[in-house]
């Protein structure tokens, strides 16, 4: 999810070396007035976007003149002729004759000014929608608070319930190393410093020589933006994934989770509702390291190693934040008491940590809490040796887990409460406690995923080896393995001892190899390191008895015979459905799973919490986005409904893309629109690729994501947890939408069925040449394959479609549908719809997006220079579906064009479109060179091709 429609709000006023400029008058030529004007209260949205222009205008200067000192005037030229001719329709035949006399190292500067100058604007856009965020009050927690207060005035919502919601409140955003970020994080870093050096320059506290100092620094920014390639050398590991999500987590942990935590308390208070001390209403999870299904570069060892990395960054967050109390807490005996049981803990700390002692006393005999912080300390440091070496854990030297360090922590605020010192105890002390709880040792846990089948290939070598079925596994039909499965469970005994599981190799060897490094890592690091096993491809419910079967053969699950006595399950099991029958089979499917007493002990011993995934990428691939979205909420209604019957909380873990075709869109809106109840206060999302920097590379951007998605939770939680329409008016919904849904699938698999669909899609995008861009560790294509489109991943799917800007994953099929349903004589109750429901107005909204950044005269270049004449005829199929569909939002919105209702978005992506004609166009040239060229294409050709994808990516703001 990204928190604003494809977070497209600038017009990329003018390109590289715009905006006036003479280099002989020095390197920073300031033309009306400073780079960033002060953003102020009562700025209009059209004052803002003039000064957001003016900023862009002036980076392309100044990215105009770093231009020319690297490569020359004649080039800077040349950027400047492409960039007119592009804007310009009646000129491309003459922009095609200037391309195409391009040479390869030419067309690399070409392609490397424009990705830049998308980087730049894309990044002032960042800040200033940052700023605009900040001076405009009402949104997030400010928004929803008031509103819940309404609702307990009027009498629609008790205390009691709200507490209820809050105390197992947890929004846990999961981040991915899914490959669209097509930056490198050496961009990144440098875009994120121009970000700094702005808003300080155009703060105007700041003084005039400190914000001439600043712009000096973006100009040297630029210039050093300019000096680094975009481009990786070799494609990321697994750890150089998870340092990277370690760059965001630490930020947040630091920068942004304490603020928004003392605010979600402090709002509630008044309410006479209290956030407990070791609550987790927002922590963050990762898939970086755990995801194996599909990617054989992610092992155990590498499960092991990222865990390792985690826990050494999070430790050290820790220390600077217990550093920060010693700073703080220098409350002297002198002026005020201590407990008797802090003075206790004092006693048993020295005993413990003599060496502390020696060292810290004197300097704080009269200050006991500075020096109980100083113990506290020492244990982290000993908890960082313990994991780095792999030691045993020693009482008094170091934490197990977290408990223990947030035990202590508890001890300091109850003795300054207890003792006159309330404001700090509720002040910096709740704050560094709620941190600690939210972010663990760790700072995320980690989700494994790997693919059901395989798990049954493990369970095939160990049931025949102990001979325990009068079958061998691999006969077994679906209803027999379930059988099977779940009267091993009922009867305790293992299918095989330590030696057997040793001696398994191959898939099996594996595969348990795997369930045995959740345990080690479950002993290591705690029980906050990994929570969920996520089961890809779960059809059925011996799928996911298979895991547990499984974890109880290592010993991460105990079942004891007598069902009286408690079950252990130190892992929770959750199945992904990921096809549109998957999702029409997840309501029936969880029933019969937790009808089996056996895993139902699981779960009670999991908390009562069953965690379900639900995949919009391959649904959408699967079926079409109109499909998709109805079927995902479709089956969360019946996953609501089941877990309502059973007694369980449920916990839904949506795996959203950033792109709408992958299931993008406003966060906000995305939550609220869930069907009513099935957000019992804790969800989980990913995060993945370009939506973690869109969203959390300025701090005034990540603080306002997540307090949207904060308040989201809360308010669908307490105020949504009942439908607010009556029941009849729901049926006619649904009834519409499964005319939409029905007739938008069928022409979205009439499209993929057709046997030109593949040739056009491999020869009308750079799907094949994406491989070679280093984003990910992942494979681009499922192994074991064909080669067909079944076999590829939703995510380069996506971002094949977003290249040539067809974008068919978004929309198409959606024309057809609401068609079908005017048709049948919906018109107005779609118009109802539209006004009332908010789960139709978020997906016709996202259908806009998308629609507005399809351009088909763009395609028909790709189409034109690089399909055999045999499938170019199926640009009229989408152009016909693109035109329905356009026509038909039209009219159920009742708007005259689309985005009316977002006059500067449109405004944007009309300008965008300008500025990426260039990209395009030179795409489309190297894309013809380099299939002509066959398996011997030059190096420096393949670069120039892979930077016009990244810059298409920039200027785009969405890859997969």
Known sequence: MSTSPAADVTDPADGPGSGGGDPATGPLPVAGGRLVPPLGDGVSSDEAHTQLRATVRRLAALLGEALERHEGRGLLDLVERVRHLARRPDEGAELSRVLSGVGDGTAVVLAR????????????????????????????????VPRIAAALDEGSLTREELQRVVDRMELRPVFTAHP???????????????AGALDRAGDPRRRASDADADERRVVELVDLLWQTDELRVERPAPADEARSALYYLSSLATGVLPDLLEELSHRLAPLGVEVAPRARPLRFGSWVGGDRDGNPNVTPAVTLEVLAQQHETGLGVLLRTVDELVVELASSTQVVTVSGELRASLDRDREQLPAVWELRHRLNAEEPYRLKLSYVRARLEGTQRRLATGGAHVPGQDYADVGGLLDELELVQRSLAGNGCALVAEGVVARALRTVAATGLGLATLDIREHSERHHAALAALVDRAQASDRPYAELDRADRTAFLSAELRGGRPLAGAATLDALDGTAGEVVELVRTVRTALDRFGDDAVETYVVSMTKGVDDLLAVVVLAREVGLVDLPVDPSLPATARVGVAPLFETITELEAAGPLLDELLSDPSYRRVVAARGDVQEIMLGYSDSSKDGGIAASRWQIHRAQRALRDVARAHGVQLRLFHGRGGSVGRGGGPTGEAILAQPAGSLDGAMKVTEQGEVISDKYLLHGLAVHNLDVALSAVLEASTLRSEPVVARPVLDGWDATMDVVAAAGRDRYRALVEDERLVP???????VEELGHLNIGSRPARRPGGTGGLEDLRAIPW????????????GWFGVGSGLAAA??????????????EWPFFRSFLGNVQMTLAKTDLSIAARYVEGLCPDGTASLLEVLREEHDR????????????????????????LELRDSYLAPLHALQVELLRRSRAAGDDVDPVLRRALLLTINGIAAGMRNTG
Request: charged content about 20%; hydrophobic content about 40%; overall charge positive.
């Open 760 to 766: 056009f899609f491999l020869s009308a995008t750079p």
């Open 885 to 908: 569909t356009v026509a038909e939002v039209l009219a159920v919105t009742g708007q005259e064009q689309l985005l009316e209702s977002s006059p500067v978005l449109r405004r944007t």
């Open 822 to 835: 005017r048709e049948a004589g919906h018109t107005e109750r779609m118009r109802r719809m539209v006004e």
């Open 180 to 194: 669209t970020e097509s930056s490198r994080r050496s961009v990144l870093d440098l875009l994120s410093r121009v």
């Open 113 to 144: 000014a424009f990705t830049a100058y998308f980087q730049l604007a894309n990044v002032t856009e960042q800040l200033h929608r940052s700023r605009e965020l900040a001076s405009r009050p009402g949104a997030g927690l400010a928004h929803s």
């Open 798 to 809: 996506v971002f094949g479609w977003t290249q040539t800007r067809i974008n068919v994953p």
